[in-house]
């Protein structure tokens, strides 16, 4: 990028902007009209600004060839109508990625930008939270006969009760599994700043008084997030909750009270598991043997080995799902597993593509963490509060792709602009020194 065409870019880009993507990812969950309608306008202004170089980076990184993969499978799709609709999940967030790996401030500070980012996602889940704790409280037998006596609004019992989801809370979102993948996320990105906090403390003898006030905010919103994601009722979210928390206790590992800490908590995910199963559902064999997703893949499976090159086109598995051949299921929307619903609704070499241009970016940034930091003796690598902050969102696009094993969300716009802000931030933090702007205008 030459000098001119960043200050260029740098007058015409100004704190507003940068406060309304911030305000707009925040608010996101709860509005979710509101927050798209700025995010949206913001796009088109991106796409005004700095079209020529969004579109380059998103040339360089596969994203072109991706597309055209995606619109060939469309042509040939089972319902092209329906197929090339769903292309609306996909290609807009190709461009959105390079929206966001391309905004000015994130060039001049990355780490700095993403860290507000993080805290103020993190700080803005804890209503959700403690609303997604309370839901569950009120849905015990024993409590929400009481509940629903009450002179309650009915908006306010049809939000709670309606529609039956069993022992599970969906807090604001439309389903529990949605706000489940949302809240892992969260989980990543405050671990993150934990880290971070830890490894700050580490080296400072004294703090403010607001620092430990910031702190201990952090840490009871990452500990509301974790016990919303045990009332979510999604194994899925539990198991995935576990992986990221031992991952980062290993990172704190020298920290023992930060150990033990971690183990206690774990320990009374895992209790009230074997005491209250997940979801109204007691633990058992029959949770995966009877699971219906094993259904769902074997039918995938067999879309894949008749259209292996182009797919069925998207929607496909809808269309040719046969009414109950699922027991209990009158329809199925999709494969339940990212790679199985890309390869039977695109096409193997589609499927391929994603792996090869998103799997290149997340592999970057496990790279440039793995290198250390300087007083490691590398040259290149980060501060130890930089990778805090990297390995938060490592951990929080590794929560996406781990439930990619087991669910696809992205048709939640909510989830989908998170998720593609991640792989940007993971862009950005990799490819720093080659995002750097002059220090000279």
Known sequence: MGQGEFRATAHRYGPLQEQLWLIGLMALPYTSYAGLAVMASLYVMALVQRGD???????????SWLTAGLVISASFGLNRGEAFLQLTNFLPFFLLFGVLATVPALAVRPFAQLETLARGLLIASVPMTVWAVAEFIFKFE?????????????????????????????????????????????????????????AQQSVETSLKQTVRSQRLIEAVAVALCLAAIFCTGSRNGVLIAGVLVAIALYAARRHYWVMLSGLVGLGAIVAAVVSLGIGGRQISLA???????????????????????????????????????????SSIAHAHNVWLFLASETGIPVMMGFCAVIGSIYYGAIKTLLKGSPKDGSSDGLSIDSQAILLGYLL??????????FDVVLFDARLNVLTWGLLAGLYVMSHRKALKPPTKF
């Open 287 to 329: 949770l995966v043997t009877q699971d219906p997703r094993i259904g769902a893949w074997q039918l995938a499976i067999a879309m894949i080995q008749q259209r292996p090159w182009l797919g069925w086109g998207f929607s496909g598995l809808r269309s040719l799902y046969i009414p109950d051949s699922i027991p209990g299921y």
């Open 396 to 405: 929080a696009f590794t929560s996406c792709l781990l439930f990619g094993l």
């Open 53 to 63: 170089r969004i579109i380059k980076l998103c040339e360089q990184r596969g994203f």
């Open 142 to 198: 024993a409590i929400a006969p009481r509940i629903q006596a009450l002179p309650l609004p009915n908006w306010l019992l049809t939000r709670l009760y309606e529609p039956d989801f069993g022992h599970r809370a969906r807090s604001v979102f439309g389903h529990p599994n949605a706000l489940s993948a949302y809240l892992v996320i969260i989980l990543g990105l405050g671990l993150g700043l934990i880290l971070k906090s830890l």
